[in-house]
Antibody
Framework: EVQLVESGGGVVQPGGSLRLSCAAS????????MTWVRQAPGKGLEWVATLKRDGSEKYYVDSVKGRFTISRDNAKTAMYLQMNSLRAEDTAVYYC???????????WGQGTLVTVSS | DIVMTQSPDSLAVSLGERATINCKSS????????????LAWYQQKPGQPPKLLIY???TRESGVPDRFSGSGSGTDFTLTISSLQAEDVAVYYCQQYYNNTPTFGQGTKLEIK
């Protein structure tokens, strides 16, 4: 069974940093692109970043470029999102998801809440 | 960026009736090389992560009831629920993955009339 479990969320002050983790199991992790999607409270879905199978290609939404870094460790079957210079507008539930052939997100974790507030 | 616009924003349908949600992209998401539309539909219930329903615009994900169907090509797409069930109350999102910067529609809230 495919499982994705996010962790690392919490409350952080503006300008602070957090590192989110996504632990994957139940599939061959190194065979799949992976992605982060976020959802601000009461709002819609926003794609954040995507990472190629071997980590060689990374893509980000404009609003996080230069502040967030997506990475993975295929040996540990884990993906990460390093978030720096956090802003109030980064407050959201962050989901990790497995990307299917072509780009749709077939499996999602339960999400981890990040709150940026002073 | 490709902008995805859904209509309506909210919808109330009687149990057993048809529900139709539309999604329009600001540019075509049809790849001519493989004739595939890079368009997916997701369902999100309160307190839950999104669930993939449809990909390639019309391919139903394994385990999704056949009352859910997707259609359309190029820039105009539709999600249809043929006979609304109580458990279908949710917010529905379309998403394009034509390029490496996917975007979602704003969501359509589906309720029971």
């Amino acid at each position: 069974e495919v499982q994705l479990v996010e962790s690392g969320g919490g409350v952080v002050q503006p300008g602070g940093s957090l590192r989110l983790s996504c632990a994957a199991s139940g599939f061959i992790f190194s065979n799949y692109w992976m992605t982060w999607v976020r959802q601000a409270p009461g709002k819609g879905l926003e794609w954040v970043a995507t990472l190629k199978r071997d980590g060689s290609e990374k893509y980000y939404v404009d609003s996080v470029k230069g502040r967030f870094t997506i990475s993975r460790d295929n040996a540990k079957t884990a993906m990460y999102l390093q978030m720096n210079s956090l802003r109030a507008e980064d407050t959201a539930v962050y989901y990790c998801a497995r990307v299917g052939n072509g780009g749709h997100a077939g499996y999602w974790g339960q999400g981890t809440l990040v709150t940026v507030s002073s | 960026d490709i902008v995805m616009t859904q209509s309506p924003d909210s919808l109330a349908v009687s149990l057993g009736e048809r529900a139709t949600i539309n999604c329009k992209s600001s540019q075509s998401v049809l790849y001519s090389s493989n004739n595939k539309n890079y368009l997916a539909w997701y369902q999100q219930k309160p307190g839950q992560p999104p669930k993939l329903l449809i990909y390639w615009a019309s391919t139903r994900e394994s385990g999704v009831p056949d009352r859910f169907s997707g259609s359309g090509s190029g820039t105009d797409f539709t999600l249809t629920i043929s006979s609304l069930q109580a458990e279908d109350v949710a917010v529905y999102y379309c998403q394009q993955y034509y390029n490496n910067t996917p975007t979602f529609g704003q969501g359509t809230k589906l309720e029971i009339k």
